[in-house]
């Protein structure tokens, strides 16, 4: 996208108004000089299907006020929107107006709608006088066509304190089609010590406000911005949104004490922000201390995205969390989806409705263990649900499974096996595993597998900090593993430390 800036864009969007531009009222130009800009937390669009896409935006002109709202006023407010082919707003294909409510922290949800498949977009919105950043957005393919080869790119866990955006900001250059968030896009610890940058809000966040307020202030981060103006957004929570390695409705630690009536208000609190704050479709608005995020977005023929929800519906972690060796894992009983979205996943495999089958969620999925056992909060510590998943996209014949994983702050790739007790066992998917934006800091560059002899399956382990991108063609799907050397001083390069392909029909990692 060019460098417009955001002044060009208010002065250039208003000389230039014509026929074609937002119309524009005296009252509302009169007000220009007075408000101050409420765009401060960008743009954002997200969830593409053939014929719309989601708009976001949030007005809050002074993003910390510890009120949550962003130094808005308890009025509602209208907000004007545009979709254009070219980023001049020249051709106006969509526009509407929309209310934004001080209830819903002037945020909007905007379905543009009316538009073409396989195709890129310019939208943008005006309030109060101000025009926002112009973001980019595409349709997905018709159903039942392949449409254009697919740059997706993905990563997870942005922890702010802990170093800079950098990454988002070389995802935003390689210009992606679409962008997948796998969870921690915030976290709600309070501010730490010896950190490149310092959280708002001394404690832990808990209220409405807090949470409200701490998404203003990772989104007023430019480079978080401009990854977000590159592309569609599709985005699933992981823990940090809410708490450390919660278990649905069941809390890790008691740390702060809440009442059973407190914890049920944070997690109405931290659904609500996060709808409030996310590119999400109206259908995913949360509703109390629940919201209903594990859905599909179909790329035509080309790919599916199963998007999982791992943390509302899944068993407590056995054996109380942590590693352990921890025979309550492989419990029939157990379950890290749930069941209903267990068979919502397997039935949606089993419609074979595109080559790739992309499963994006949030804890690592193969097996991966040592001297201390493996991780219960990942799918390690729920095996008969791993196996059950696996062995129903088998038994499908699901061609192309290629599992999107993040949380663990390191890059690893892997295959999947038929069998982990065998080594020379079918490989039957793979797995793919993006690292953080900025959780963990810049890592120290090490290569070696951890534990490779009892894990043969896993094929790449890097320790910094970074993202996955992949391109997806009918014939084969490439997965380029991008690093940054340094998180805690802005502006490394990204390099490529690894790619693989994997080959249609042919299940398995094969280096590049
Ligand atoms: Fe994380």
């Not at 073409?116 to 159903?143: E, I, M």
């Not at 079918?426 to 900025?438: F, M, N, P, Y």
Request: glycine letters at 8%; charged letters at 15%.
């Amino acid at each position: 996208m060019n460098p417009i800036s955001r002044r060009s864009l208010v002065l250039g969007g208003l000389a230039t108004a014509g026929a074609t531009a937002l119309p524009l009222h005296s009252a509302v130009i009169a007000a220009t000089a007075a408000v101050p800009y409420p765009f401060q937390l960008g743009i954002a669009s997200g969830d593409p299907d053939p014929a719309s896409v989601v708009l976001w935006t949030r007005l809050a002109p002074s993003p910390l006020n510890a009120d949550g709202h962003g130094g808005m006023a308890n009025a509602n407010v209208t907000v004007d929107w545009q979709v254009s082919t070219n980023e001049l707003f020249t051709t106006i294909v969509a526009s509407g107006s929309v209310v934004a409510t001080y209830a819903s922290a002037h945020s909007v949800h905007v379905i543009a709608g009316g538009l073409n498949p396989d195709s890129d977009y310019f939208y943008r919105f005006r309030a109060q006088g101000h025009l926002s950043p112009v973001g980019r957005t595409r349709t997905t393919p018709a159903l039942g066509a392949a449409g254009r080869n697919l740059t997706m790119a993905f990563t997870s866990c942005s922890h702010y304190e802990e170093g800079y955006f950098t990454v988002y900001r070389r995802i935003a250059e390689d210009n992606p089609g679409v962008v997948l968030h796998l969870g921690d896009y915030i976290y709600e610890y309070g501010t730490g010590t010896g950190r490149p940058r310092a959280h708002a809000g001394a404690t832990e966040i808990v209220s409405l406000a807090d949470y409200r307020r701490r998404y203003a202030q990772y989104k007023s981060d430019p480079d978080l911005q401009a990854a977000h103006a590159a592309a569609p957004w599709i985005v699933v929570p992981d823990d940090h949104e809410l708490e450390n390695n919660h278990a649905g409705n069941i809390r890790a630690d008691s740390t702060p004490a809440l009442t059973a009536a407190q914890w049920t208000a944070r997690r109405t609190a931290a659904y609500q922000a996060y709808y409030e704050n996310m590119p999400l479709r109206p259908a995913q608005a949360s509703n109390g201390p629940a919201i209903p995020l594990f859905r599909r977005i179909r790329w035509g023929n080309l790919a599916t995205f199963h998007m999982l929800d791992t943390r509302q519906y899944r068993s407590d972690q056995a054996c109380g969390d942590g590693w352990k060796v921890c025979s309550d894992a492989d419990l029939a009983s157990r379950s890290l989806p749930g069941n209903a979205q267990e068979s919502w996943l397997l039935d949606g495999l089993g419609l074979k409705a595109s080559t790739w089958d992309i499963i994006g969620q949030q804890v690592f999925f193969a097996r991966r263990f040592n001297a201390s056992g493996a991780s219960m909060d990942s799918w390690d510590g729920y095996r008969a649900s791993r196996a059950r998943i696996q062995q129903g996209w088998v038994n499908r014949g699901v061609r192309n499974p290629v599992v999107l994983t993040g949380d663990v702050h390191r890059a690893w790739a892997s295959n999947l096996m038929a069998d982990y007790n065998n080594a020379n066992s079918a490989i039957i998917g793979s797995e793919l595993v993006t690292s953080s934006v900025s959780s963990g800091g810049d890592g120290d560059g090490a290569t070696t597998i951890p534990d490779v002899s009892n894990n043969p399956w896993l094929k790449f382990f890097n320790n910094r900090r970074g993202y996955v991108r992949t391109t997806m063609s009918p014939t084969e799907l490439r997965a380029d593993f991008r690093a940054v050397a340094k998180v805690t001083e802005h502006g490394a390069p990204a390099t490529t430390v690894k790619s693989f392909v994997i080959q249609e029909g042919r299940p398995g990692l094969q280096t590049a």
